[in-house]
């Protein structure tokens, strides 16, 4: 059982020493657990929170461990009735081959035959999707006519919440790095206007976003936090929202960042609102069901960045940091 262990907590950018692959023997099963052959592995940004000690929503992962993931592969030996060898399931998990689940874990059973591909599980009908979701009906309420602000737009959660915001009748801007992201977004996406944030001063930002947006912004989605983040609040209407879901930019940044323009949420009576996926599993079959639906419609179209094997977890997980993925990022650690 090959796993993609942390070593070390990162400080700043995390470096491929601060991790280590080790290799163990598959564990012995207790009565009521069960044993998943990981397939593929989801790489998110939260993963970063998760390696510091930090107080955050979640335990921190314990040196030597291997790092806490979600993923989705098939029961390989049981000791539970309900989860029968050859089960697909989905749930948090980690990352390595084979993963020890035990009874009252978060590993739900999952029917793979309705879906083009299991790894849809860890995108747009899992945790990102529901995000997307829940994030923007529960929290961000789109209207017909207003305005909407994506950040990190191009990205796995960034793409769909713009999508659902078109749905429901919005215009949308998008924030993204790259002229081929910024294209993407467009003519894949269908947002109306695609800003690029890269070489770019935080007022050249607020010009652009202005421009883009004639109306104002009256819903910011946040992923990236930092100078795009401060940029897009200059444009925020009276009484606007932001549904703040990510802070990307900052997550391995050792010092804080200032924002200059938090002011104008005072003078437009705006609000903030944080987002959490976490509390929503119990409402996902809802979620995938409406996700489910505008697939099939082609109303929402998604992409998926898969590396393959356990051996390239460090690249395949800092390719978020860079932007060098295009789509949800995955790990394809499937038998071969
Ligand atoms: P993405 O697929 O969006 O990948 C991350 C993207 O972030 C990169 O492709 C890159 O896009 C952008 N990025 C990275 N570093 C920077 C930077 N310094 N400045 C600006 N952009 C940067 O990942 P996800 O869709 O999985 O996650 C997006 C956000 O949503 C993250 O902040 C994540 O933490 C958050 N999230 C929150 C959840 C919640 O429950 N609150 C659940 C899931 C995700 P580009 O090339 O455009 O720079």
């Keep these: 059982n090959r796993k993609f262990t942390l070593v070390s907590r990162p400080d700043g950018e995390p470096k491929p020493s601060d991790f280590a692959l080790v290799e163990e023997d598959l564990p012995e099963l207790e009565d009521g657990s069960f044993l998943v052959r990981n397939h593929y592995i989801s790489l998110d940004p939260a993963q970063r929170g998760w390696m510091s000690d930090a107080e955050s929503y979640m335990p921190p992962i314990a040196l030597g461990a291997a790092v806490t993931a979600s993923a989705v592969g098939r029961v390989h030996a049981s000791k539970n009735p309900d989860f029968p060898e ?21 590993t739900a059973p999952v029917d793979a035959s309705l879906v083009p591909s299991p790894t849809n599980f860890l995108s747009v009908l899992g945790a990102v999707g529901m995000t997307a979701y829940f994030g ?9 006519g207003e305005t909407l602000l994506v950040t990190g737009a191009a990205g796995a959660v960034g793409s769909l ?27 894949d996406y269908g947002f109306d206007a695609a800003i690029d944030y890269r070489g770019k001063s935080q007022a050249q930002l ?37 549904v703040l879901c990510g802070l990307i930019s900052e997550y391995n940044s050792p010092e804080p960042v200032g924002t200059r323009n938090l002011w104008y949420l005072i003078s437009r009576q705006a609000t903030i609102k944080g987002f959490l996926v976490r509390d929503y599993p119990p409402r996902f ?52």
């Design 136 to 144: 923007m009906i529960d929290d961000g309420k789109p209207k017909e």
């Design 206 to 242: 607020e010009a652009e976003i202005a421009a883009a947006a004639p109306d104002g912004v009256d819903l910011i989605w946040e992923n990236v936090g930092g100078e795009i983040m401060d940029a897009g609040i200059a444009s925020i209407n009276e009484y606007g929202r932001m």
């Design 285 to 336: 079959p809802e979620g995938i069901a409406q996700m489910g639906q505008w697939l099939a419609e082609g109303k929402i179209k998604h992409d998926e960045d898969i590396e393959k094997g356990i051996e390239n977890s460090y690249d395949a997980f800092m390719k978020l940091f860079s932007g060098g993925n295009q789509g949800k990022m995955i790990l394809d650690v499937s038998p071969q």
């Design 86 to 106: 050859g089960q697909w399931v989905v749930g948090l998990a980690a990352m390595e081959e084979y993963s020890v689940c035990q009874v009252g874990g978060f």
């Design 161 to 187: 919440v713009g999508q659902i915001g078109k749905i429901k009748g919005c215009r949308v801007v998008g924030i993204a790095g790259g002229a081929d992201k910024c294209a993407k977004l467009v003519d």
